[in-house]
């Protein structure tokens, strides 16, 4: 068997453009490529696609993958042809001659991944020509699809037993992010994994921050909010499809390309609406849980409830299509006692036997929004996990109580650098000149001869960079287009001495699980490199985090590499994307310097 260490480390980076594995991921691999069955338990954004697509590379032989959205194949296998990954895909949506064409391609080893849906594998005749292909490892993606105790049942799913015991010599790994005891065990007994291990994941998603807040002027808390995450993806789940209309209406008319979704539409928008979102031309969808089956965009940086949500297992589910990749992520509960009298008025319309689940449901909501401990540990502890930690930096529970701390001298240094160099820059900028660093753009536009060059070296970047997000949020300063930072009438009174500015104390932010370690990422760059990504994306007619994830862009924004060499070394980056993208996206990072 070619799977030496060597091997495995040597695919993720070449193809993957990977530097290590994410927890479990060697395990899960290491026993696949031994031959064995293999249970794959992971939350959301664990990384569960690359324990089968790298043994699909060292495996000798097809990859048959069974997954039952249609939708997602296509970008699955355009993602994995933007790294160079030789995979394909045969669904009801292709014409007949496209399918044939494939198959003869799959026979002839074209492929090292094939993509089916549970129905096609199983349409009559095409079993017969499956068992011709030399099949490596069979993995059945969204297995929780096979138990009807799962929201997600699907009949055809069912049939996947036949499958099974028709390949019972050949390996098959089942994935899930379910985390109800009930649906594992029986996707055990209905794929007859008995034999196999089971990988089970902590369910704890560590890039998610978990918030609360009272409501009180909710609209205008969550304009306020948003007014903060330019040009980042988010949701906002509403509690009815007349809520999803009225405030979609309301961004829209405040100018957030926002649009919305809901059950109650015609497919042909939902589509559209959902294609909008996941191709960033639509900044924010507000939507009720119908939104997010089958949606598998990485970059969703906020998850906000208007609404109560009914449990907290679909809290967990709609705040879970957050930070897939790994990057912080905020979820964010808005929260009224009123709303819990609207939600029981609804449960009083149910029979007495729903009526009972239901109470004890929203009890658990309750417990969960009123509650001063740890959130990361009261979603653990509702899902049966010990949690070990005591603060987890990551709620607001234990990031709160803060104290607010005089930082008017600092805010005054930041702003008059803003001020000194010409309010034309994004915060990476204006921090690099208090820092004193020597890039080229500084030196050529001659900041360094400015007074307040330098004068920031005493704190860290990280502790500018929380700074200027705290003075903008407090609206000391203002983003313009490109980021560019702007001073404001209250900013004036702080240059002038004759406002104080308390902020929430500066520390160096937890950044576990994030690639970007590297350092500050400089926005500016990040926001041009989101751009080039939309523009390559659209030419290619590809959902951008096909070319590169966030994840990667803000490594580069961090690392700002000036070679192709250095830019390999970026999260993401692999032989491939290096020699498809490697020079735009260096010139962007590097012009202007
Ligand atoms: P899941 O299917 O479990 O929700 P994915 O397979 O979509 O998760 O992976 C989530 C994200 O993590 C993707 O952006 C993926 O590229 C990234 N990822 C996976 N493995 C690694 C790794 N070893 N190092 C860095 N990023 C990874
Ligand atoms: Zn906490």
């Not at 939600?343 to 009123?370: C, H, S, W």
Request: glycine share 8%.
């Amino acid at each position: 068997m070619p799977s030496t260490l060597f091997d495995k480390l040597a695919v993720l980076t070449r193809y993957f453009g990977y530097g290590s594995f994410r927890p479990m991921q060697e395990e899960i691999i290491d026993h696949i490529l031994a031959g064995q069955d293999t249970f794959v338990i992971m939350p959301t954004g664990g990384g569960k696609s690359l324990c089968y697509q790298l043994p699909a590379l060292l495996l000798e032989g097809i990859t048959i993958v069974v997954s039952p959205l249609i939708a997602l194949m296509k970008d699955q296998v355009d993602s994995l042809g933007a790294s160079g990954v030789a995979a394909t895909f045969l669904n009801s949506s292709l014409p007949a001659g496209e399918s044939s064409k494939r198959l003869g391609d799959i026979f002839r080893g074209k492929y090292k991944l094939l993509y089916l849906a549970p129905e096609r594998l199983l349409m009559e005749g095409f079993l017969e020509i499956v068992q011709k292909l030399p099949i490596a490892l069979i993995a059945i993606d969204e297995a929780h699809c096979i138990s009807e105790w799962g929201h997600d049942f699907r009949p055809e799913y069912r049939k996947l037993r036949e499958v099974r015991a028709l390949f019972p010599q050949i390996p098959v790994v089942a994935l899930t992010a379910t985390a109800t005891e009930q649906v594992q065990e029986d996707i055990v007994r209905q794929l007859n994994l008995q034999q196999g291990r089971v990988f089970k994941a902590s369910f704890d998603r560590e890039n998610l921050y978990y918030e609360v807040r009272a409501k009180q002027d909710t609209y205008e808390q969550i304009r306020k909010y948003l007014k903060t995450r330019k040009g980042e993806s988010g949701i906002i789940y509403c509690g009815s499809r007349k809520g999803v209309e009225s405030l979609t209406e309301k961004l829209q008319r405040d100018g957030f390309g926002a649009v919305a979704y809901h059950a109650g539409l015609p497919a042909k928008d939902r589509t559209t609406r959902q294609d909008e979102f996941i191709r960033d031309n639509a900044q924010i969808i507000v939507a009720t849980i119908a939104f997010g089956m089958g949606i598998d965009k990485p970059n969703v940086r906020f998850v906000l409830h208007y609404d109560l949500p009914k449990n907290l297992e679909g809290y967990y589910q709609e705040t879970g299509r957050a930070g897939r990749d790994g990057l912080t992520s905020e979820c964010i509960l808005f929260y009224s006692y009123g709303d819990k009298m609207k939600i029981d008025y609804f449960i009083d319309d149910k029979t007495p036997q729903n009526q009972m689940l239901a109470r004890k449901q929203l009890a658990q909501v309750i417990g969960y929004a009123e509650s001063t401990l740890c959130r990361h540990r009261l979603l653990a502890e509702y899902f049966g996990e010990t949690y070990h930690g005591t603060n987890c930096g990551r709620c607001d529970n234990c990031v709160k109580p803060v104290e607010h701390v005089d930082a008017t001298v600092l805010a005054q240094k930041f702003l008059s650098c803003v001020r000194r160099t010409g309010e034309r820059f994004g915060a990476g900028y204006v921090i690099d000149v208090l820092a004193g660093s020597e890039n080229a753009k500084i030196l050529s536009n001659r900041h360094s001869n400015l007074p307040v060059y330098g004068i920031g070296r005493d704190h860290s970047k990280k502790e500018w960079l929380q700074l200027s997000r705290q003075l903008l949020s407090m609206g000391y300063v203002i983003q313009g287009d490109y980021n560019v930072l702007k001073l404001t009438q209250k900013s004036l009174g702080v240059l002038l001495g004759e406002e104080k500015v308390f902020v929430k104390p500066l520390r160096e932010e937890k950044t576990k699980f994030v690639a970007t370690a590297a350092g500050p990422v400089d926005e500016d760059i990040f926001t041009r490199l989101r751009r080039l990504r939309k523009k390559l994306a659209d030419e290619q007619d590809l959902p951008p985090y096909i070319i590169f994830s966030d994840a990667s862009l803000r490594d580069m924004a961090s690392r700002r590499p000036a070679t192709l060499e250095e830019f390999a070394a970026i999260s993401g980056v692999g032989e491939r994307k290096l020699a498809m993208y490697g020079s735009v996206f260096l010139e962007e990072i590097n012009s202007g310097r």
